[in-house]
T-cell receptor, first 114, second 114 residues
Framework: GAGVSQSPRYKVAKRGQDVALRCDPI?????LFWYQQALGQGPEFLTY????????KSGLPSDRFFAERPEGSVSTLKIQRTQQEDSAVYLC????????????FGPGTRLTVT | DQQVKQNSPSLSVQEGRISILNCDYT??????FLWYKKYPAEGPTFLIS?????DKNEDGRFTVFLNKSAKHLSLHIVPSQPGDSAVYFC?????????????FGGGTRLMVKP
């Protein structure tokens, strides 16, 4: 079956530009997570949705980061006025329900801010 | 502060031998632990997990051991195969009503030599 998909796979942005990263979770998965992975490090939690409700956004590094999941399926992570320190791989993960602990990850979007 | 640590950035093992990957954690609220495997340009893939009420979980060639008193877990791969060469991430979760975000270690790169 189809897994988690993300687009674009690679994005180069000039400093100050806005970017939007898309995640299509596994069909029927209630929970959706965004993580940021810097080079050589493990993924770090950004935000969590249960259906369309954003229940935790404690990991978002600044108010330039915004995420939404308006219909409880596809999610978009938006970064405004990108900075060089935003360069990272952005991973999306989904899980079947709020009580399911195994998360299934997409391939990620590699963002490079020049 | 890093709540989940993988102190060995890399490990090299001969094919057929045992690979042992280690992980330490500091947060006593963690009650579920997972191992993910990651190939280049792909998202992390779930490998095996263990609940804090157990001290061992086995799935084929993969076994995870949990020592709660030491706040330490390990992943054993026996026998190691060249296809196991990847980066392995340890992750931990503390269940709460707002979801089950994962806290990851920095990863260990395993190289299995033919």
């Amino acid at each position: 079956g189809a897994g988690v998909s993300q687009s674009p796979r690679y994005k180069v942005a000039k400093r100050g530009q806005d970017v939007a990263l898309r995640c299509d979770p596994i069909s029927g998965h209630v929970s959706l997570f965004w993580y940021q992975q810097a080079l050589g490090q493990g993924p770090e939690f950004l935000t969590y949705f249960q259906n369309e409700a954003q229940l935790d956004k404690s990991g978002l590094p600044s108010d330039r980061f915004f995420a939404e999941r308006p219909e409880g399926s596809v999610s978009t992570l938006k970064i405004q006025r990108t900075q060089q320190e935003d360069s990272a791989v952005y991973l999306c993960a989904s899980s079947f329900s709020g009580t399911t602990l195994e998360q299934y990850f997409g391939p990620g979007t590699r963002l490079t801010v020049t | 502060d890093q709540q989940v640590k993988q102190n060995s950035p890399s490990l090299s093992v001969q094919e057929g031998r045992i690979s042992i990957l280690n992980c330490d954690y500091t947060n006593s609220m963690f009650d579920y632990f997972l191992w993910y495997k990651k190939y280049p340009a792909e998202g992390p893939t779930f490998l095996i997990s263990i609940s804090s009420i157990k001290d061992k979980n086995e799935d084929g060639r993969f076994t995870v051991f949990l020592n709660k008193s030491a706040k330490h877990l390990s992943l054993h791969i026996v026998p190691s195969q060249p296809g196991d060469s990847a980066v392995y991430f340890c992750a931990a979760s503390a269940w709460n009503n707002a979801g089950n975000m994962l806290t990851f270690g920095g990863g260990t790169r395993l190289m299995v030599k033919p």
